[in-house]
């Protein structure tokens, strides 16, 4: 089974601390994401990338940026918190494979990471 | 870019009857419709896609159907069982683009 993993599931830090969130897939996909999750918002894409030191913006970049150095891991961080990056945090990872003639695109989420900044 | 609509926001139904989730999108490039199942504390896990060549896909209890002329999808899930209690996200993608636009989520809550 695809397993994707975040470093944390609860984190709280203070407004202005750089902020490390951690993820890493088993699977050696190509595609990674950073999403964050908010009530009647839904999941909104932060970063991406399709290699390692690849990466993209996605919908919402701001105060944030990423790191991918190695294949199976990427990294999001705040440079400074603030109290509205206060969230969930969802990592994902995805390859487009062809399996019997048809691709999959299948997201393969991590569990989340819950981030306060007080 | 997309923008994908998803309603009802929240929906409670009695265990057995049938539940139905509508989405809208706006980019007519879009062809490809995941849907994915939000367990309490878990990720969100794919439960069933349909791309645009096929007009509805059913797998057990679930179906999904789509009207690409109006821009439509929706996930119907009948015999509605407590393990369905849930959050569900729809989206959309134009084919091999791998980058998903989520619609804001469905809280379903089966009552026993």
Not at chain 1, 93 to 101: I, M, P, T, Y
Request: with cysteine; aromatic share 12%; hydrophobic share 30%.
């Amino acid at each position: 089974d695809v397993k994707v993993t975040q470093s944390s599931r609860y984190l709280v830090k203070r407004t202005g601390e750089k902020v490390f969130l951690e993820c890493v897939q088993d699977m050696d996909h190509e595609n990674m994401f950073w999403y964050r999750q908010d009530p009647g918002l839904g999941l909104r894409l932060i970063y991406f990338s399709y290699d390692v030191k690849m990466k993209e913006k996605g919908d919402i970049p701001e105060g944030y940026s990423v790191s991918r150095e190695k294949k199976e891991r990427f990294s999001l961080i705040l440079e400074s918190a603030s109290t509205n990056q206060t969230s969930m945090y969802l990592c994902a990872s995805s390859n487009l494979r062809g399996q019997g003639g048809r691709f999959s695109y299948e997201q393969y989420f991590g569990p989340g990471t819950r981030l306060t900044v007080t | 870019g997309e923008n994908v609509e998803q309603h009802p926001s929240t929906l409670s139904v009695q265990e057995g009857d049938s539940a139905v989730i509508k989405c809208t999108y706006s980019d007519s490039a879009s062809n490809y419709f995941p849907w994915y199942k939000q367990e309490l504390g878990k990720g969100p896990q794919l439960i069933i896609d349909i791309r645009s060549n096929v007009g509805e896909k059913k797998d057990q209890r679930i179906a999904v159907t789509l009207n690409k002329t109006a821009k439509h999808f929706s996930l119907h899930i009948t015999e509605t069982q407590p393990e369905d209690s849930a959050v569900y996200f729809c989206a959309a993608s134009p084919l091999y683009d791998y980058k998903l636009s989520f619609g804001a989520g469905t809280t379903v809550t089966v009552r026993a």
